[in-house]
């Protein structure tokens, strides 16, 4: 294996994991605060993709601000995604996941509607390659990395340092006792949600540049979410993190030695394997 | 509950049986009737899949077992040329065996953990049919023998191939026998037990119940039914790719459970019945079709939280509150 090669699989590796990471971490938000398994991330993710490539390539608007834009909007979405379709149905995991797989529906039907299912790509965020002795690394990747571990640590500060974020993490380990404490529920959950929203659309514009948009982007990446969530273990948001990071590692190390759909059979076993020996994930607690 | 409403309850069913029986006379367009073949065969699945949740295990893999019966069911009959009456138990068999030897292992995680784990494992089955592209095809399997005639000589003369009436009364047939043993399994000490381990696996296991086996027995039985409709809708479709038992069409296996109901045994016939038909008669709405699937979904949720087959019981507890205020002495 050339350095070359390495490199780049590397760079892949990390960007990768930041994408899952910040996919997962919004999942894990909904789950460990609302308890909602939201499997409506995937058309979330999916649907910030499309309205960025709608801003930046329809509209002509500056691609980095339409990203921007793209992010407030779905995160706007959150807020009506909490208000009518998971708090009405607070601790009753049925129907939130009913409710969630509805949206599923009516998201991709109404992008197939609105913009049909053929395959479209964002522009490049960041053309160009970057050569640093006789590596070659595209710059794209790295921006992409690098936008992704900065989000990452942001929501990581918000939740150790402030308020709101100390309050979520109450939420999550006790929410009966948060609610004696005080704190409103229903408030946290819907920031909680706004932030999910709006990482998960970063996530969908830059992976829309990266791969490609169809309306079935996101069941993949939901799938490697979920993945993270559960080797991560529910309620540890530090886990994710490394979680991600192995995931990615996987993902862009395997097809190096494996072709196809072998590599995800692979790398799904693996991940079973870990959680038969540490049913409640690498870095849970609770069993 | 009393003899008379047991009575009309049986004859209700009967009707249906017997409505059903008479449907090929009145619908003559085939492609009616193959929505009414698909989507028997998804209440087979569905209904399965409720079995396996009767014993706190939501599995979010079930499509993927279908698909080993499918696969294993085409494959064996396609090779080695068997009769598809043969290998359509053996179909079930098949996904039966992998999901107890998934099954061992997966008893360690409960919950929402069982859930994620068996939707990870559903994906990897369908990888792994995906890697042995020699038998089962690069891009699906193709060629898979229709089921084979029946010939009693004097008696019935039964082909399938091109047909689409015959299918029908065969597929109505299995769901009606399937149904009925899924109906017995669950009426009886197995589904007690089971119900028992869903509301506490460690009391279950204090009075003695071996519940790791339990619950493995569940998804034995819920996956043989799976495989058993998976191979049977490989016979009919006689194309059978491995989208069709991915991520998403397990997931649609949850959601007509859950919105038929999952706590009554009409849940899954009732949801499905209604999620896979109601969108067919909009179809002349092409895309915005799923819209109405949508729709049905919000609708549900709001006003009915126990499902659509929760209906009744939620008419019954609203209205017959309302009764009893009416005339005080008939209070017990």
């Known amino acids: 294996m050339g350095i070359e090669l390495l490199a780049q699989v590397a760079i892949n590796a990390l960007m990768l994991s930041s994408m899952y990471i910040l996919m997962a971490l919004g999942f894990a938000l909904l789950l460990s605060i609302m308890g909602v398994l939201n499997f409506a991330h995937s058309v979330i993710y999916m649907s910030g993709g499309y309205i960025c490539y709608q801003l930046a390539v329809v509209f002509g608007i500056n691609q980095w601000l339409s990203l921007v834009l793209a992010a407030l909007i779905v995160g706007a979405f959150g807020l009506f995604l909490e208000r009518f379709c998971f708090r009405p149905f607070f601790g009753d995991p049925d129907r939130t996941i009913v409710m969630a797989l509805a949206l599923i529906v009516i998201v991709e039907s109404a992008v197939n509607i609105l913009v049909g299912s053929y395959v479209r790509s964002l522009p490049s965020f960041a053309p160009g390659v970057l050569r640093w002795g006789g590596v070659s690394l595209s710059v794209e990747r790295l921006v992409t990395f690098i936008i992704g571990t900065l989000l990452m640590m942001m929501l990581i500060f918000f939740i150790r340092k402030s308020k709101m974020g100390q309050q979520m993490l109450a939420v999550s380990q006790e929410s009966v006792g948060a609610v004696l404490q005080g704190i409103n529920i229903y408030r946290v959950s819907a920031v909680a949600t706004v932030i999910a929203c709006a990482l998960a659309a970063v996530a969908g514009s830059l ?15 939901l799938v490697k979410a979920i993945e993270v969530v559960i080797l991560a273990g529910i309620g540890s948001i530090g886990g994710v993190l490394g979680a991600g990071l192995i995931l990615g590692t996987i993902d862009s190390f395997l097809p190096l030695l494996l072709s196809g759909s072998a590599t995800d059979a692979v790398g799904l076993g693996i991940v079973i394997l870990i959680l038969l020996f540490r049913p409640q994930g690498l870095f849970g607690h609770e069993a | 509950m009393n003899t008379k409403s047991k009575l009309k309850k049986t004859a209700g069913l009967a009707g249906l049986v ?15 009737v193959h929505i009414f ?6 209440i087979i699945v569905v209904s399965s899949l409720r079995t396996i949740a009767l014993s706190g295990q939501v599995s979010v893999g079930h499509a993927a077992f279908m698909g080993i019966g499918a696969y294993f069911s085409g494959v064996v009959s396609k090779e080695l040329a068997l009769t598809p009456w043969l290998t359509i138990p053996l179909g079930g068999l098949a996904a039966m065996i992998v999901a107890v030897f998934m099954g061992y292992p997966f008893v360690r995680v409960r919950a929402i953990y069982f859930s994620m784990v068996s939707l990870f494992g559903g994906i990897m089955i369908v990888n792994i049919i995906r890697v042995a592209q020699k038998w089962t095809g690069a891009a699906g399997l193709a060629g898979i023998p229709p089921l084979s005639p029946i010939n009693i000589p004097g008696l019935m003369n039964i082909t399938f191939l091109g047909q689409k009436v015959p299918y029908y009364y065969f597929t109505l ?3 009606l026998v399937c149904l009925a043993f899924l109906y017995r399994i669950e009426h009886c000490r197995v589904g007690m037990i089971w119900k028992g381990i869903a509301q506490s696996h460690m009391v279950a296991s204090t009075v003695g119940i071996n519940e790791a086996g339990f619950r493995v027995l569940a998804l034995a039985v819920g996956c043989f039914f799976a495989g058993i409709a998976g191979a049977w809708y490989a016979h009919y479709n006689l194309v059978v790719t491995p989208p069709a038992f991915g991520f998403l069409p397990s997931i ?11 706590h009554r045994f009409s849940g899954p016939i009732v949801g499905t019945a209604i999620l896979v038909m109601v969108p067919e008669l909009f179809r002349g709405l092409k895309e915005y079709a799923p819209l109405i699937l949508g729709g049905i979904m919000v609708i549900v949720v709001f006003l009915m939280p126990q499902g659509i087959a929760g209906l009744f019981d939620q008419m019954k507890a609203k209205y017959g509150e309302v009764r009893n205020r009416k005339v005080p002495g008939n209070a017990v």
């Open chain 1, 207 to 221: 992976m829309g540049a990266i791969a490609n948009l169809n309306p079935y982007i996101g069941d993949q990446m």
């Open chain 2, 37 to 42: 073949i698909t989507t028997l065969i998804s």
């Open chain 2, 252 to 262: 649609f296996l949850v959601m007509y459970m859950l919105v038929g109901g999952r």
């Open chain 2, 173 to 175: 047939l299995l769901t």
């Open chain 2, 18 to 32: 017997v409505l059903l029986f008479l449907l090929p006379l009145f619908i003559k367009r085939p492609y009616y």
